[in-house]
């Protein structure tokens, strides 16, 4: 498969572009900052360096153009203010979706965040700071925004809080599933599972578990 990468440098991209490169897949990458070619190109993915929060439509379509499926895992990241959590968790994901529509590339998975349904209808969670708080809302805007568009076979992944503990290949993944974490190795071969095999509409939790990654993307929901 050809897959394009949104926010390629993040860490469970990489785990991703590593996982996808090294069974035989071509990945691209899009980052920002262009010191971080280098680091995709050691991970065997082919750099666009292009920043989303500037970049037109048919900019972004030129990239995804002839690509098997898109993958949204850009984010504004620790420290960055609250309007960044607009302009980079929601507006870049709809402009990586309206890019794949013009494209004509149909998979689409989004990476957003547990807890996005807190937020739903405008509530306010309780004893989640202003920050948290702007960047759930920007994750469930993305997921409303991109979900039912009839060019696109969109499936959301919510993973728990994310660690850097090496992944056991088990996992838990479902609509709704308690709180919990998740190491980031887990949620980028959940992806690639998902890559396989899509799951259209599908908004899917995700937390460490007891099943096979393979087994639980089959047995998650009805395949697009």
Known sequence: MRI????????????????????????????????????????????????????????????????????FAAGAGPGSGIARKDTVDRAAAVLLADAAERAGVRTYLLVSSMGADLVAGGATPEGVDEVFTAYLRAKLAAEEAVL??????????????????????????????????????????????LLDAPLDGAVLELVSGPTPVAEAVRSAGPRG
């Open 4 to 71: 394009v990468v949104a926010g390629a440098h993040g860490q469970i991209a990489r785990r991703l572009g590593r996982l996808l490169s090294a069974r035989g897949d071509s990945v691209v990458g899009i980052v920002r900052n262009p010191a971080h070619r280098s680091d995709l190109a050691d991970d065997g993915v082919d750099p666009a360096v292009l920043d989303l929060e500037t970049a037109s439509v048919d900019d972004v379509a030129a990239v995804v153009r002839g690509a098997d499926a898109v993958v």
């Open 148 to 193: 039912g568009r009839p060019g696109l076979a969109v499936t959301v992944l919510r993973p728990g809080g994310l660690t850097d503990d090496a992944g056991t290949g088990s996992v838990t993944l479902a609509p709704s599933v308690d709180r919990g974490s998740v190491p980031r190795d887990d949620v980028a071969a959940v992806l690639v599972a």
